[in-house]
């Protein structure tokens, strides 16, 4: 019998991402998930403000979704992708291709966001590799990007401590500043200048918000501007909407912002499913494909993984889009989009605001701090373990927190995230704490 904890029996075997193993505290034991709540093994219940990395729209344990999982289950699991098909992808495909924000032809299936992005690459140096123009080497990227954490997305991100130990096996990639009021002429500029040399195979953006850098915002005009320029010099522009698409910016895709350009490669992953499954996808337009049709074989895009085009994972695709449209989950998004808006005229008041920034439902408040505004300064932390004793479940990135929650969140749950946000900023941590406010809660 054994008679160890869940926590004890994790440490014996498991080895948890992100986690510094041997200055995290043991994780938390879950039992439960029901809509944004999170239950652990003692009966607590954690609000999940960052809907579980991002991925998770319609809450957890949802019913529909599960039932779909069921039938589908049922009725076909898994197939080999190359050289068969079935509903599920098609449907997905068929769904999805008139709500993109440009002219997408093909779409190419696989498993999580970093994977999306590496295919896009590699789709755009073969495009060019297939049509003969060999002097296209170089990629463009902004400056503190974030693409995933296999070696060719890792190399399209900014080199930072999480890079380190990998930059000699990194290509080489041109990093433009990221764009603000004050450099947005320089930017330009700078991106002209590299692509008028006709040496740039692709341009790869996480359009209007950088995730894992601190929700960083740009204007969706200089987006449109740089895509502008891109294209003009025959650069092919990819789209990164692992993290902004299906509504966290307000449309369904943050690229359904833009009003006079659009990417060539679209990349989806984590909200695609509702965060029940993985899947992936990398969409690109005709162009791009038709450099593939040859009876040259090796001109084939040799790329694929066990479980592409997964049944079950496109069938809850199918189903979350369906639910993300439908009019109750519009008038949630709406809400959440209105309460967030009027919650940071209130909390940028507060002493330790710095900023508040937002974009559709996604909000960031940066902490006004003298330190070091990293990811691995002991702001993050002391943040963290603040609101995690508020059964509050925030990530801070650096000293920014930010909530980007359920689209199912309910209007209390809201008012306990703003409640713990409120009083953190408005007393600060060091207040906070000494007056032992944490542990009273």
């Not at 590699?122 to 003969?132: A, E, L, R, T």
């Not at 199912?408 to 000494?434: A, H, M, Q, R």
Request: charged share 20%; proline share 4%.
């Amino acid at each position: 019998m054994n008679n160890l904890t869940l926590a004890e029996r994790d440490k014996q075997y498991i080895w948890h991402p992100f986690t510094p193993q041997t200055l995290a505290p043991p994780p938390l034991p879950v039992k439960s998930a029901k809509g944004s709540k999170i239950i652990l093994e003692d009966g607590t219940e954690i609000i999940d403000a960052i809907s579980s990395w991002w991925v998770n729209i319609h809450g957890h344990g949802n019913e529909e979704l599960a039932e779909t999982i069921k039938q589908q289950v049922l009725n076909l699991d898994h197939i080999i992708f190359a050289g068969f098909t079935h509903e599920p992808a098609v449907q997905l495909a068929e769904k999805l291709m008139p709500l993109l924000p440009g002219e997408f032809s093909k779409v190419f299936f696989s498993d999580n966001g970093s994977t999306s992005t590496e295919i896009a690459i590699k789709m755009v140096i073969q495009y060019f590799y297939n049509i003969g123009e060999t002097k296209r080497k170089k990629v463009i990227a902004i400056k503190g990007s974030y693409h995933g954490d296999t070696f060719g997305a890792l190399s399209m991100a900014d080199r930072n401590p999480f890079s380190a130990p990998f930059d000699d096996y990194l290509f080489d990639v041109d990093f433009i500043p990221f764009p603000t009021e004050e450099n947005w002429e320089e930017v330009k500029t700078q991106m002209q200048s590299l692509c008028e040399t006709e040496e740039v195979c692709g341009f790869i953006f996480e359009p209007l918000v950088q995730g894992a850098s601190g929700m960083r915002m740009y204007k969706s005009e200089w987006l449109d501007d740089l895509i502008g320029i891109a294209q003009k010099y025959g650069t092919l522009c990819i789209a990164d909407e692992v993290m902004t698409g299906f509504y966290r910016t307000g449309k369904l895709f943050a690229t359904n912002h833009l009003t006079k350009n659009s990417p060539d490669i679209i990349c989806m992953s984590k909200a695609l499913t509702a965060g029940l499954m993985p899947l992936s996808l990398t969409i690109c337009t005709e162009k791009i494909y038709s450099a593939y049709l040859d009876d040259d074989r090796l001109k084939t895009f040799f790329h694929g993984h066990s479980f592409t085009g997964n049944p079950i994972a496109c069938a809850l695709a199918v189903k979350s889009l369906e639910m993300l449209l439908s009019n109750e989950r519009q008038g949630q998004i709406t809400n959440i989009i209105n309460r967030h808006t009027e919650f940071g005229e209130k909390v940028k008041k507060t002493k330790f605001c710095k900023s508040v920034r937002q974009q559709g439902t996604i909000l960031a408040i940066e902490y006004d701090t003298e330190k070091e505004t990293s990811y691995f300064n002991s702001i993050r932390d002391e943040l963290y373990d603040i609101f995690l004793k508020r059964n509050l479940l925030l990530r801070p990135l650096g000293n920014t927190v930010y909530i980007n929650t359920t689209y199912v969140i309910s209007n209390s749950e809201l008012d306990e995230i703003y409640d713990g946000l409120f009083d953190v900023f408005e007393i600060g941590i060091v207040t906070y704490k000494t007056n032992n406010l944490v542990s009273t809660i």
